[in-house]
């Protein structure tokens, strides 16, 4: 069960730190580009969504599996698949939980405005010192309700980690798939006491997002 | 001098056509009504808003053909209207936020906060500010970068009477040390006469009266 709730939180964590990294370049380009494909870049990164889970496990699946032309770039780096691996799951959780991290993050940047950026410009900072020290801090909320809302939405995720992971017990199994194998083998105890603690988690987590949300949403005015 | 042109339509029914010329020392006003074009003029100056035309600043080329120099390499002393100061630092930390990227210059910071009154507000948020503390905190803060010519835009607006009187007395002090070209944009011509050695009219976009 240890090991269950430790591949569970770490890939949750993970999740959360490269989704930050990849959603904030996207974030920012959603908020300030003038570019009419903007709205439809915005549409793809919201697709999860509104997309079944085994939609977005079963593309990622193929796309990990042994046939795939993405793995036969990683060949020469002796990589055939990464279906039913701990990479592959970070993978498909990086797509599920996409929208996640890009939308309270664009909503953040277009909070920043013209105006500050104007400020530093003439202040002589260069575009990406601006980004970095005016729109970064102050969309900071932004970055506290995406990382929570990631690492509990990837905790909560059930049908892509069961497609690309597979359920392996010590490498793939999280807690929501190991619900579902002891509720299988009719062992409700176990089950109950994980569903009990992972509804207990989630409220935590959502009381804790509106409490800084709340917070921190009278320093920015 | 300072010679500028800038045109180019900025609305259905606005169109920008100004040029000027004045010498690049003193204090030049921008008066005219709301919508005359007034921030359109200073936004271009700063670099801020690229539209077609040029723009000389003494030797400095800062817009001509092919040239745009960025915002960024201007050293303009920008006080927008309204809010001036970045909201996630302190009064203090707007200030050296603007001296980390300034060149050398005669504007020392101890002399600058004692003249502007902000020695006590150096460690307080711009949103705890009165509108005439956030103004000051603005202009300490445009004077600190060092710039080459400063640019205000309607700097008393926010200010109710007492505060506009002393705010007054204290900018046309500052502009007479300076000793570097300002625009200030205004409506009030009492207030172009009272700082200005010289005024631009603009109505509609175009230069009326020099």
Redesign the interface.
Known sequence: MNLVIATTIELALVTTVLLLLLATPLAWWLARSRSAWKEVAGAVSALPLVLPPTVIGFYVLVALGPASPLMALLHPFGIRSLAFTFTGLVIGSIFYSLPFAVQPLRTAFEGVGDRPLDLAATMGRGPFDRFITVALPLARRGFVSAGILVFAHTIGEFGVVLMIGGAIPGRTEVLSTRIYSLVESLQFGTAHVIAAGLTLFAFVTLLGLLLVERRLGGVRS | MIDAVFHGRLGRDFTLDVAFAVPSSGVTALLGESGSGKTSVLRAI???DRRAGALTIADEVWQGAGVFV?????????V?QG??????LTVGGNLD??AR??GAGGFDRGDIVARTGLAPLLDR?P?TLSGGEAQRASVA??LL?QPRLLLMDEPLSALDTAARGSMLDLLDALFADAGIPVFYVTHDADEAARLAARTIRLDRGRVVAV
Do not use: F, N, Q, T
């Not at chain 2, 960025?70 to 920008?78: E, S």
């Open positions: 700063a670099g801020l960025p915002p960024h390499y201007r050293r303009v002393g920008y927008p809010d001036g100061l970045l909201a996630h936020y603007a990227r300034a948020k949103a803060r445009a970068g």
